[in-house]
């Protein structure tokens, strides 16, 4: 079914949960649906700008939206194909996300449970490449289905065609606001279930042995979460506002004689990517407020909108940010999350 709606109020489509409207708004329900949105996309709102919004859990209205807001509200799962070790699982753009990774562990499905409690939903998954603790959408996905705007028809991609990268895909670069997500495919295992819990803190699991299970794994997962970031539900926020820089070796070594315990993770092509929480932190942002926004007082990387706030003012703090990180380590944070 299709749901169309005038000024539509995003704030609870939103975790900044920053007051917006959309001068139209439409959602859909089934698969077979899509094509009827794309007709009005072509026709009644062709002269509007056009943005498919997920759980709105990486983006800030900085504004009104002066166009049409497109959401797939297709949430259940539509397949699942089981062989002895493996299950392929197709499922629906619009479902939560970690609706969809707890359904799993309680199948005793593998490969999602380090993924446990990122917000948002399943047709953002393989845009963003989300990741967490070792594990990256990439090592689950084998197919992304799609509506293609210009061509007016569903593709099928496969995991080596969706060119993922570091929080990064095709969808972010050649697909970038010309496609919409219709559902994921996803393998996981049935059994011998490859357990990542090598990353930091994940590593307290091995006091569990042969007997850890992937419940134990999301149990972790989700306590280590909820201690370290706001909750969008209590304070507004879109995680982690920043890119962790990516520079050259030689630059980094400099900055390192005068800060040695700088947090810095060399990556395979020489590079090296430094912490953009630790930057913010060492600068002395964090616990920051400024009116209704500020800097988390337990992780630096996350801006929070204490209730109130429009977009421009979280925007008008993170350029002081960058500014300010830039005059002091002469780096350029880039904004992950993305201003609308
Ligand atoms: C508290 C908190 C913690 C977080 N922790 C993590 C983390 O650990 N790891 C991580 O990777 N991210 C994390 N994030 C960021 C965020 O949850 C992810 O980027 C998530 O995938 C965004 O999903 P969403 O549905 O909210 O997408 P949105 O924010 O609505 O959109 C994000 C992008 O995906 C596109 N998109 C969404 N749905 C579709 C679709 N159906 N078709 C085409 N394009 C679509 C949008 O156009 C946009 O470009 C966190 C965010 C918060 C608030």
Known sequence: MLYIEKDYPLKSLNTFGVVAKAKHYVSFDA????????????TTFAAEKRFVLGGGSNVLFTDDFDGVVI???????????????????????????????????????????????????VGASPVQNIGAYGVEAKDIIQEVCLWDFEQGEVVVLKNEDCRFGYRDSIFKHEYKGKVLVLSVSYRLTRKDHTMNIGYGALKDLEQHGDALTLQHVRDHVVAIRESKLPDPEVIGN???????????????????????DMVVYPL???????AA?????????K?????????????????????????????SLSQKIIRDIQQKFGIVLEPEVIFL
């Open 31 to 42: 698969m077979e649906d899509v094509e009827k949105v794309s007709d009005l996309l072509e």
């Open 71 to 121: 959401q797939s509200r297709i949430d259940n799962i539509i397949s699942e194909t089981q062989t002895d070790s493996d299950v392929l699982v197709e499922v629906g753009s619009g479902m939560e996300w970690d609706a969809f990774v707890a359904y799993c562990v309680s199948k005793n499905w593998g490969g999602v449970e380090n993924l446990s409690h990122i917000p948002g939903v």
């Open 238 to 260: 879109g995680g982690s506002f920043f890119k962790n820089p990516v520079l050259e070796k030689s630059f980094v070594d400099v900055l390192l004689v005068d800060y040695p």
């Open 268 to 274: 395979p092509d020489g590079k090296v990517k430094v």
């Open 277 to 285: 929480g630790w930057l913010i932190d060492q600068a002395g942002w």
């Open 287 to 315: 616990g920051y407020k400024e009116g209704l926004v500020g800097v988390h007082d337990k992780q630096a990387l996350v801006l929070v909108n204490y209730g109130g706030a429009k977009g421009e003012e979280v925007v």
